[in-house]
């Protein structure tokens, strides 16, 4: 049924096998027209980020993953939502930029996005700011934060629980003020800051 309603309203989706379109469909709560609209917007998210999105290269993943930038914890949180750990101290600007740091964050978000307990229950995400220079600053333009929040919003089938800053400098809140303005009120009453918190498996999890 919701294929036919995706043939009319937008007949230029390419996938419509069950399982592909049954991940819009749970993470809007069963809601069709909510389904159907990120869709929408998710053919449109590749449409003005194609190379982006569609030439994500494994090998970006595999460096940042061993750097610990990224860590996906194997326990889910209290919500029964998926916790992933970012990292700032992982990232190094002199040998990774904006473009490939942005395809990891889509990476991610995609296999996270496979298991049917994570499309239901969410993703948390835990932003670790410690190591944050001006190195990162200068690379974090507003429309990187656009494309990133914008993309998480509404370019992905993805459900955010909740988003975790902590470890954060003074020099996050002109980040955070960028980002804020392109944020949803639903997505920034899911927003939680920890000034000092020692990020560990116990930790996160406790946390959220």
């Not at 937008?10 to 809007?28: G, I, Q, S, T």
């Not at 307990?117 to 429309?143: C, E, N, V």
């Amino acid at each position: 049924m919701f294929s036919i309603f995706l043939t009319t309203a937008y007949p230029n989706c390419k996938r419509r096998e069950d399982e592909f379109l049954a991940k819009f469909v749970r993470v809007k709560d069963y809601n069709v027209r909510k389904a159907l609209e990120s869709v929408r917007n998710f053919y449109r998210n590749i449409e003005r980020n194609h190379r982006l999105i569609e030439d994500i290269r494994p090998s970006y993943f595999r460096a940042l993953y061993g750097a610990e930038f990224v860590n996906v914890l194997s326990s889910r949180g209290t919500d029964g939502s998926k916790v992933t750990v970012i990292r700032m101290e992982g990232w190094d600007p002199s040998q990774h930029n904006l473009e490939q740091i942005l395809q990891v964050c889509v990476l991610l978000f995609q296999h996270g996005i496979q298991d049917v307990q994570t499309q239901l229950r969410g993703t948390t995400l835990i932003f670790d700011w410690k190591g944050l220079t001006l190195a990162h600053i200068r690379q974090t333009t507003p429309s990187f934060i656009r494309q990133l929040v914008v993309s998480a919003q509404e370019g992905l089938p993805i459900r955010i629980a909740g988003l975790h800053f902590v470890n954060y400098p003074s020099i996050f809140w002109g980040l955070y003020y960028v980002a804020k303005g392109f944020m949803k009120p639903k997505l920034r009453a899911r927003i939680h800051f920890h000034k000092e918190l020692e990020i560990g498996r116990a930790s996160c999890r406790e946390r959220v």
